[in-house]
């Protein structure tokens, strides 16, 4: 094989399969937009072709990446594609000069903080203390939910510059495209229209049915087009003339999405659109917020209702358990009350029974009693005899 020369039709094939297969970037290149890609990937990508599978009697062309790095050599070499080298965008005076500034008022703190005599106990201790708060946070970060949205991370730009070493290396290395080559539906389309711009200027020659039909269709479509800007300007004039009839209270939009970014279809739906912005609408709107007003006030008088039955409730279950402890005494007071009350009623009884009292009653009364003396006195008597 040639290392250098025209490149055979097998080295096209590979080149051409890589070139719209392996997943590139574009990007700016010596002022110029270019197409990159990273080695490891289109290594990849040629170890999943049709080349890296054995064919009858023929030898796989890609068994290994060694084989598919050598064989991307021989394209470098052959200019497909050449290696560039990523260079880092630096950042604009404004924020060099910023953080010159940061760095030199950090610098400041520093001399303060070592200006302040501060025992060496407390310093170490401060620092294991961040430290610790250090390892608690990164901790934190590590059980974080895979679900949970991320901060998006700043991306550094970068641009290319050609490499000084031209190898084709097996890792993240970047290779700029040279070779260009017109896919299938590109070609496919610009075939398409150069044959219906021929057919164009051929249109005498065709024949009458054809140019008859022709005709009607290039009548019918601008017809078309025609009445989609008589309707767009017809509805614009109704809504006017609606408009200034009632003051501005109704609002009403004929086919309101025939000009808006949608579908065909959706251009014609919904048929029309109606909205009253009168006093009466304002009107609805205030009742409608009042209402809501008073369904929350309702609520929260409701909640107070509640509150107060269940205060109403504790005091009472207070109240019977002191009741329950003073019915002794209630009790008590109502049997004293009924002796009382007894005692009264027979009071009142020996009284009336006295004033009925006669005379033969008395003298009896009065005997008795005398007998009653005479006997105490025999008792009294008696015993002295038997003494003596």
Avoid at 87 to 103: F, H, L, R
Wanted: with cysteine; glycine share 6%.
């Amino acid at each position: 094989f040639q290392e250098v020369g025209e490149p055979f039709k097998e080295e096209k094939a590979v080149a051409k399969y890589l070139r719209f297969n392996c997943p590139t970037k574009s990007t700016n290149m010596m002022g110029h937009r270019v197409d990159y890609f990273i080695a490891s990937k289109a290594v990849d990508c040629l170890l999943d072709s049709k080349w890296a599978k054995a064919k009858k009697g023929e030898e796989a062309l890609f068994t290994t990446r060694e084989s598919v790095v050598d064989y991307c050599n021989r394209l470098l070499k052959k200019q497909f594609f050449h290696r560039a080298l990523k260079v880092m965008k630096m950042k604009p005076d404004k924020d060099t000069k910023k953080e010159k500034e940061k760095g030199k008022a950090e610098s400041g703190k520093e001399e303060e903080k070592k200006s302040k005599k501060e025992s060496g106990k407390d310093e170490k201790a401060k620092k294991e203390k961040e430290k610790k708060k250090d390892g608690e946070k990164e901790e934190c970060k590590k059980d974080e939910t895979p679900g949970t949205p991320k901060k998006k991370e700043t991306k550094r730009k970068f641009k290319l510059e050609p490499h000084e070493d031209q190898v084709f290396l097996d890792g993240n290395e970047v290779y700029v495209w040279i070779y260009d080559p017109v896919h299938f539906k590109t070609f496919a389309m610009g075939l398409v229209l150069v044959i219906a711009v021929i057919a164009a200027t051929l249109f005498p020659l065709w024949p009458a049915e054809m140019r008859v039909g022709v005709y009607y269709l290039s009548v019918g479509a601008g017809c078309f087009v025609a009445s989609i800007l008589l309707l767009a300007v017809a509805r614009c004039i109704l809504f006017l003339i609606i408009w200034l009839i009632t003051g501005g209270r109704h609002h009403f939009w004929f086919l309101p999405n025939l000009t808006a970014d949608v579908g065909f279809i959706d251009s014609f739906r919904p048929l029309y659109t109606h909205e009253y912005k009168g006093p009466k609408a304002d009107l609805k709107k205030e009742e409608k917020s009042e209402s809501k007003k008073q369904q929350k006030y309702d609520s929260e008088e409701k909640s107070d209702s509640e509150k107060k039955e269940e205060d109403d409730g504790k005091t009472e279950a207070t109240r019977n358990s002191g009741t329950d402890g003073s019915g002794g005494e209630r009790h008590s007071d109502t049997d004293s009350d009924r002796r009382e009350d007894d005692r009264s009623q027979h009071s009142s009884g020996n009284g009336n029974d006295f004033e009925m009292i006669t005379k033969e009653e008395l003298e009896q009364q009065t005997d008795e009693e005398d007998c009653e003396e005479e006997e105490e006195e025999d008792t009294e008597s008696r015993p002295s005899h038997e003494k003596s």
